[in-house]
């Protein structure tokens, strides 16, 4: 009798008791080398998140920033010539004038109303005045008479020399008594004449005209309704607009760094591009001026002219704010680092370069500085990856990853 030839397993029946026990034997050693990989994983330090920049060749300006305001070269302020009644001046700021245009006229004071009192008092004045006037008159006559007389018995050897030069004396001196009363008595009828009791009296004499000096265009108008004005008084400015400078307040120590001829480049003024200037003088007196924080500061304003052409800055007028860079210093092509990744490493100036994703440092010579990129003179090369604003966090040969290039 044969034996029965075996059978092969279903594939699909389940695996023996005895392997399905031997898999679960392994379970939580699986998970435990797992747990102790997580943990690893946690607590491998991670590269520092940093900020690099490049090192690179281009313009370097190193300048003095400050805030400035355009101001007309020539600038004239018409003012009264005399006192008198203002006529309203028609023009108004903006208005455009030619030279010896009329800009106001001043017509002379009216009397002013005389009362009941003051006028008794003037006409008793003028009165006094006539009858010294009359007296005066009489010792005049009478002292003529008496010279005559004294000069004929005089020459008749009847009259001393004494007694003829006293009768001259007294001709002489009723003489100028005359003329006092006369001058006494015009004072005193010019004074009673110049009032007047008509509520509106004509003037007597032609207005005065203010014309302008330049042909340019009304800056402000000071005084624009009608009123009584003294001599001296401000009526309007009159000035070219096209004619402007600008002014620029700068530290004193700075401004003795900045010879005529600088060039100054002016931002902020409302274009999109710059404007070209060029200083012109640095005022040689500086003035005291209190900072927004309380700080007294030493200044000097440097006086810089406009070079760019008329129709490139339309809309600048006079009295505009403006943001100036003074150039003291430019190169067009050096190597440069941005200053945010400089620190110092003793008395040195030292930086973190990337290489191999690890922070090394490296000690630069520096040359000028623009307070956003400085000139390097030796200790990196063009393309270096430096770390920029790296605070207290790196260290040297630490792991790190860049997040960001700056520009």
Same mark, same amino acid.
């Given at each position: 009798?044969?034996?029965?030839?075996?059978?092969?397993?279903?594939?699909?029946?389940?695996?023996?008791?005895?392997?399905?026990?031997?898999?679960?034997?392994?379970?939580?050693?699986?998970?435990?080398?797992?747990?102790?990989?997580?943990?690893?994983?946690?607590?491998?330090?991670?590269?520092?998140?940093?900020?690099?920049?490049?090192?690179?060749?281009?313009?370097?300006?190193?300048?003095?920033?400050?805030?400035?305001?355009?101001?007309?070269?020539?600038?004239?302020?018409?003012?009264? @010539?005399? =006192?008198?009644?203002?006529?309203?001046?028609?023009?108004?700021?903006?208005?455009?004038?030619?030279?010896?245009?009329?800009?106001?006229?001043?017509?002379?004071?009216?009397?002013?109303?005389?009362?009941?009192?003051?006028? +008794?008092?003037?006409?008793?004045?003028?009165?006094?005045?006539?009858?010294?006037?009359?007296?005066?008159?009489?010792?005049?006559?009478?002292?003529? =008479?008496?010279?005559?007389?004294?000069?004929?018995?005089?020459?008749?050897?009847?009259?001393?020399?004494?007694?003829?030069?006293? +009768?001259?004396?007294?001709?002489?001196?009723?003489?100028?008594?005359?003329?006092?009363?006369?001058?006494?008595?015009?004072?005193?009828?010019?004074?009673?004449?110049?009032?007047?009791?008509?509520?509106?009296?004509?003037?007597?004499?032609? @207005?005065?005209?203010?014309?302008?000096?330049?042909?340019?265009?009304?800056?402000?108008?000071?005084?624009?309704?009608?009123?009584?004005?003294?001599?001296?008084?401000?009526?309007?400015?009159?000035?070219? @607009?096209?004619?402007?400078?600008?002014?620029?307040?700068?530290?004193?120590?700075?401004? +003795?760094?900045?010879?005529?001829?600088?060039?100054?480049? %002016?931002?902020?003024?409302?274009?999109?591009?710059? %404007?070209?200037?060029?200083?012109?003088?640095?005022?040689?007196?500086?003035?005291?001026?209190?900072? +927004?924080?309380?700080?007294?500061?030493?200044?000097?304003?440097?006086?810089?002219?406009?070079?760019?052409? %008329?129709?490139?800055?339309?809309?600048?007028?006079?009295?505009?704010?403006?943001?100036?860079?003074?150039?003291?210093?430019?190169?067009?092509?050096?190597?440069? !680092?941005?200053?945010?990744?400089?620190?110092?490493?003793?008395?040195?100036?030292?930086?973190?370069? %990337?290489?191999?994703?690890?922070?090394? =440092?490296?000690?630069?010579?520096?040359?000028?500085?623009?307070?956003?990129?400085?000139?390097?003179?030796?200790?990196?090369?063009?393309?270096?990856?430096?770390?920029?604003?790296?605070?207290?966090?790196?260290?040297?040969?630490?792991?790190?990853?860049?997040?960001? !290039?700056?520009?």
């Amino acid at each position: 009798m044969n034996p029965t030839a075996p059978t092969d397993p279903d594939p699909a029946s389940p695996p023996p008791p005895r392997n399905r026990h031997r898999v679960r034997r392994w379970i939580p050693y699986l998970g435990a080398v797992l747990l102790l990989a997580l943990i690893v994983a946690g607590l491998w330090p991670q590269p520092v998140p940093i900020e690099t920049a490049r090192v690179s060749r281009g313009l370097l300006r190193v300048t003095v920033n400050e805030e400035g305001k355009t101001r007309i070269q020539h600038r004239y302020q018409i003012s009264a @010539p005399v =006192t008198g009644q203002l006529q309203r001046i028609p023009f108004k700021a903006g208005a455009t004038v030619q030279a010896g245009d009329t800009l106001a006229r001043i017509d002379p004071i009216a009397p002013a109303l005389l009362d009941a009192r003051t006028r +008794a008092l003037l006409e008793a004045r003028r009165d006094a005045a006539v009858a010294q006037l009359d007296k005066a008159r009489a010792t005049r006559a009478y002292a003529a =008479t008496e010279l005559l007389r004294n000069t004929r018995l005089h020459a008749a050897g009847t009259v001393s020399d004494q007694e003829l030069e006293t +009768a001259q004396w007294r001709d002489l001196s009723s003489d100028r008594e005359l003329d006092a009363a006369e001058s006494a008595l015009r004072e005193a009828e010019a004074e009673l004449t110049r009032f007047d009791l008509a509520p509106n009296p004509a003037p007597v004499s032609e @207005p005065a005209e203010v014309r302008s000096p330049i042909s340019g265009r009304v800056l402000r108008v000071f005084e624009d309704s009608a009123r009584v004005v003294a001599a001296g008084t401000p009526l309007l400015d009159v000035g070219d @607009p096209t004619d402007l400078e600008v002014i620029i307040e700068v530290l004193s120590r700075d401004g +003795a760094t900045i010879p005529p001829g600088t060039r100054v480049l %002016l931002e902020q003024w409302g274009g999109e591009l710059p %404007l070209e200037a060029v200083v012109r003088l640095v005022e040689p007196a500086g003035f005291l001026k209190v900072s +927004a924080l309380g700080v007294e500061e030493q200044r000097v304003n440097v006086i810089a002219d406009i070079v760019t052409p %008329l129709d490139r800055r339309p809309g600048l007028g006079d009295g505009f704010r403006v943001e100036g860079r003074i150039i003291t210093w430019e190169e067009p092509d050096v190597l440069k !680092v941005p200053t945010g990744a400089l620190f110092r490493r003793g008395s040195d100036w030292a930086t973190f370069v %990337l290489e191999h994703g690890r922070a090394r =440092t490296r000690i630069l010579s520096v040359g000028a500085s623009s307070g956003m990129e400085a000139q390097v003179l030796d200790g990196l090369r063009e393309g270096d990856e430096v770390i920029v604003y790296p605070g207290d966090r790196v260290k040297e040969g630490l792991r790190v990853q860049p997040i960001q !290039v700056a520009p």
